[in-house]
């Protein structure tokens, strides 16, 4: 919903970018929305660092990347791209701690087509030529601490990482979520895909009549150790209520 003070020009809905769908009767002459596969197809295999069992990060080999891609990973020129230039080192692979799945559950992975939900566990595998369905939360600590189902990765039997997750919902490379899978899927579903919100912003700004500016100077990331923090640790450093969220309650 948007709205504005009385007196001045309301924003206008974001206009769509892209069409989902190539036979879609509207917006011929938009280009086609990014496919699963064009998100997330020049990120490394997780499954060949071992390393990821243990830490959520790796120096590792990226694939050639669609223009989306490029986009992610900071390679182009954005004509309306405002935010800082970050410092960081794209050669890392970061948010992509692996997922140990039984034998069992990857061949039903296997056997499950593009774009259809696996039978016991309920997963949706992700079409490489389709849209990914919505990523969400889950539940808070207070009403049972359930996670949202994982999508299965399109080729390899093994449910998505936080970084395929991240790239699926517009989040450029350089930026970090929380080391553990259970936090950086909750960041993400209970967030707003920053390309939807920058659309949303642009409007504002244009009826504000602001002249935005890319600002020159590269900003730092923060410290690593802030992904590694416990909620009590978190609390305790930002002196914060250590009950914002609740706890887990157990009925019996």
Known sequence: MLGCRQGM????????????????????????????WQAIGDLPEAEKYSVLRKRDQVVAEYGKPSDYGQQMRGLC????????????????????????????????FEATGPGKIELVSRFHKLNPEGLCNTLRAGTARDRGAYTSPRPIHPYTPRCITVREAGR?????????????????FRQIGNSVPPLLAKAVAAEIIRSLGVEPCKPAEEQPLGQSKWLHMTMSQAAACYDADPQAIGRRSRRR
């Open 9 to 36: 020009p309301l924003p206008q809905y974001p206009s769509p970018i892209t069409r989902p769908n190539k036979n879609q009767a509207e917006n011929q002459d938009l280009p086609l929305t990014p496919t699963v």
């Open 77 to 108: 020129m954005i004509a309306d791209d405002y935010s800082y230039t970050r410092q960081y080192d794209p050669r890392l692979l970061t948010s992509s701690i692996r997922t140990n799945h039984t034998k069992k559950s990857r061949a039903r």
């Open 168 to 184: 699926l919902h517009s989040y450029p490379d350089w930026l970090r979520f929380h080391v553990t899978k259970w936090h950086g």
